[in-house]
């Protein structure tokens, strides 16, 4: 995660929580772009982090990229879910397909 983490900070402030009411918070306080998740983290929690996104921000579109290890074997996610990547990922690759999902939601701002 501190891969991701340190690469996707060249082009993003990152935030990296494990506890969903600190993922939460974060999101009712500050501008969020898109949300990097790996769900199995903390006994499979983020897929509820998923959930819980879809269901407090139906409005918003926020882009959810999930990178798993795991083969996308859950068709219901596909409404909840933008992108899927299953890893290995390399870090430079997740950034690139952040910024593009990005743009492609017209959630990107020059001054990010």
């Known amino acids: 995660m501190e891969l991701y983490q340190?690469?996707?900070?060249?082009?993003?402030?990152?935030?990296?929580?494990t506890e969903l009411k600190d993922v939460m918070e974060v999101m009712a306080n500050q501008d969020i772009?898109?949300?990097v998740i790996e769900?199995?983290?903390?006994?499979?929690?983020?897929?509820?982090?998923?959930?819980s996104i879809s269901n407090t921000y139906p409005d918003q579109a926020i882009p959810v990229i999930v990178c798993s290890t795991r083969d996308n074997s859950n068709p219901g996610l596909a409404l909840e879910v933008t992108k899927y990547l299953t890893k290995p990922v390399l870090p430079k690759i997740l950034r690139e397909r952040t910024l593009?999902?990005?743009?492609?939601?017209?959630?990107f701002n020059q001054s990010s």
């Open 6 to 17: 340190r690469e996707l900070s060249k082009s993003f402030i990152v935030y990296a929580f």
């Open 39 to 51: 769900p199995e983290i903390n006994s499979g929690k983020g897929w509820e982090l998923i959930h």
């Open 100 to 107: 593009e999902i990005i743009r492609e939601k017209g959630k």
């Open 33 to 35: 772009r898109a949300v």
